[in-house]
Structure formats: C-alpha cells, structure tokens
C-alpha cells in the first residue's frame, strides 16, 4: 500500500509550472490502484517570507479550487489545509530536537532564499525543511512526489526519520521515497528562455497562469519569445535556443510525448506554423482549468465544505501518529 502525500505552497499565481511539474503528476498517481493520496496546501510555509493576510486566505482556497480543477477528485484524495492539522506544528517540533543545524545551513533553498543576509532571515525560513519532514512523517507517507528543488528537503526528512528510529530504538517513522514522474518538465519565461517561469516576475506575458482564459493563453503564445530559424531535426539542434527549447518543452509536456517525437512532426516549421498548434494544444489543456477554476470561486461554499472535510480525515491520520511519537518519546500529554 503506498500512501502518498505532496504539497504546493498556496499562490495566486499558480500557473503552467505548476500545473505541469506537480498537479498533473499528482493526478496520475491518485488513479495508480492501490495509492491513498494526501495533497496538501502549505499555508505554514507560505508565511515564511511576508505574506498579505488577506490574499494568504484567498491563495490558500484558490490553490484547493486549482488542485480540484486540475483533476483531483476530493472522492478519492485528500485535499487539505496544513494549518487545519495541527499536528504538523507538534510534531515539527519535536523533530526539531534531531534536526542538525549544520545540515538546515547547507539547503540551497535557505541560502537563495536567505540571501546575503542570512543573519537576519527568520527561524522559520531556516526550520522550514522541519516542518516539511513533519508533514511527511506525521501521515508515515511513502512516497512524496517532489520536484528537483524538494529532494534535498525530502533527504533531510529520511535523515530525522532515520535519527528518531536509532535513537528511540523504533522503526516507528517511514523513511519516505522521492517519487519523479518522468522528467520533471523545466518551463521557463516565455520572454526570456533563461529564466524559470515564476509567478513572480513582473510581466504577466512571460507565464501561462491557471486562470488564464483562451485568448490570454494564445495571445501569450503568439507573442513568446523566439529566433528566426526553423525547427531543427534533432534535440541537439536546440542546444544554444533557449526559447526555442522552451516552446518544445512546454509543446511536449502538454502533450506528454518526448521532444524527440515533437521534432518529428515539426522539423523545418517555422514557428509561424508551430505556435498555433502549441496554442491550441495549452488552450485544450489549461482554459478548461481556468473555468472550473473560476466555478469554485464564485461560490466559495462547496470548495470550504471539500475542505472541512478533507481536514477532519486529515486530522484523523495525524493525530494517532503524532501521539504515538510522543508515547515513545516519554511526552507528558
Ligand atoms: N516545500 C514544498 C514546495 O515549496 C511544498 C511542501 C511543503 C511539500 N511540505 C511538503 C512538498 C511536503 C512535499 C511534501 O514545493
């Protein structure tokens, strides 16, 4: 039996990148047989970097209206809060006295994020791997789908399962594996091939946001980025295109072939002939998110329901482990 458990932090700019590297992944292991599937909206992280109260709450009940959109059935899976298990909060604790500091210094997300001014970078940033270890181990998941930029977070959690099992002398916490889908697709700006898509960067024309409707998403496409050449033979031929490689990705991605195989059919196109095709192609995939989207949120009762919900079975999973740690670690409670 697998249980499976993930998380995006909640935004308001979800947008292809997400949808592409974790949703739709998510989807195809909620309908492998035999996988129990928590997914979850990491609120707690979220704040730790600043985050405007009222869109914090927004995000979160935007980012559980775009998992469903995307194809996650709450029948099936669940769709959860972290912040509505407090047992993640309890347990990052106590798995805070196995974490080593040296270890929570060398994650690259915490030296990015931090900066130069690590000095002055709050607590959180620094713990948030602890809290991200209790939020696997308190469901005893077993198999956590991350992307490349997680799977250190994900070696740290192996690494605090691992400490508490030696020296509780337990095999109580699952030491979780990482799970890649295929190739996570790497979707960058489509304004600068060099750049990551980000929900951040200040022109909305460099990304495919999820609540993009037809005309914003063929209209983006129209005007990405590209060079004058044809499309090549080869994926060799993209080496130094970095927006040519870009649209390929994405082309592929969408519709889950290999770039090889989209070569294939457009080799020696120009992009006057490739664009509208990809166009059509994101327009197939995404507007219909978008609208399903957009349903959820005008009538915000059905998705708070799903939540409250998913949030009493996710406490129901949590709290027996969380008491079972504290059971062996001699806790007072
Ligand atoms: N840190 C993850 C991210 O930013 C989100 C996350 C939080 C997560 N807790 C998790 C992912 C537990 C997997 C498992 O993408």
């Given at each position: 039996?697998?249980?499976i ?14 949808y ?42 935007e ?18 809060v ?62 956590v ?8 977070h ?6 605090i ?16 594996e ?11 700006s ?9 929900k ?6 460099t ?17 990405a ?10 994926e ?20 889950d072939?290999?770039?090889?195989d ?29 609208a ?12 708070d ?29």
């Amino acid at each position: 039996m697998k249980r499976i458990l993930s998380g995006i932090q909640p935004t308001n700019r979800l947008h292809l990148g997400n949808y592409l590297g974790a949703m739709r992944n998510w989807v195809k292991l909620q309908n492998e047989p035999g996988a129990e599937c928590l997914y979850m909206i990491a609120d707690l992280h979220a704040i730790t970097v600043p985050q405007d109260p009222e869109s914090l709450t927004r995000s979160t009940r935007e980012t559980a209206a775009a998992y469903i959109a995307a194809g996650i059935d709450p029948s099936r899976s669940i769709i959860f809060v972290q912040s509505a298990v407090p047992a993640h909060s309890q347990l990052m604790w106590l798995l805070a006295t196995m974490a080593q500091l040296g270890k929570l210094e060398r994650m690259t997300q915490f030296k990015d994020k931090a900066g130069k001014n690590a000095e002055r970078a709050g607590l959180g940033l620094f713990a948030y791997p602890v809290l991200m270890a209790a939020d696997i181990l308190v469901y005893q998941a077993t198999h956590v789908p991350v992307g490349e930029d997680q799977k250190q977070h994900l070696e740290l959690a192996r690494e605090i399962a691992a400490t508490f099992n030696t020296r509780y002398k337990t095999d109580f916490l699952i030491q979780p594996e990482p799970v890649i889908t295929g190739p996570a697709p790497r979707v960058m700006s489509l304004r600068d091939g060099t750049q990551k898509m980000s929900k951040s960067a200040e022109s909305d024309m460099t990304r495919i946001n999820l609540t993009d409707d037809a005309d914003a998403i063929a209209q983006k496409i129209r005007k990405a980025k590209t060079d004058a050449e044809p499309l090549p033979e080869s994926e060799k031929g993209l080496e130094n295109r970095p927006e040519a490689k870009n649209l390929v990705t994405i082309y592929a991605a969408l519709a889950d072939i290999s770039r090889q195989d989209v070569l294939n059919d457009f080799a020696g196109k120009q992009f006057s002939e490739f664009k509208p095709a990809l166009s059509d192609l994101a327009v197939s995939q995404i507007a219909p998110i978008a609208a399903r989207m957009q349903e959820l949120m005008t009538d915000v009762s059905e998705i708070d329901a799903l939540l409250a919900n998913a949030n009493d079975r996710a406490n129901n999973y949590a709290i027996p482990v969380l008491s079972e740690v504290e059971r062996i670690m001699g806790i007072w409670k």
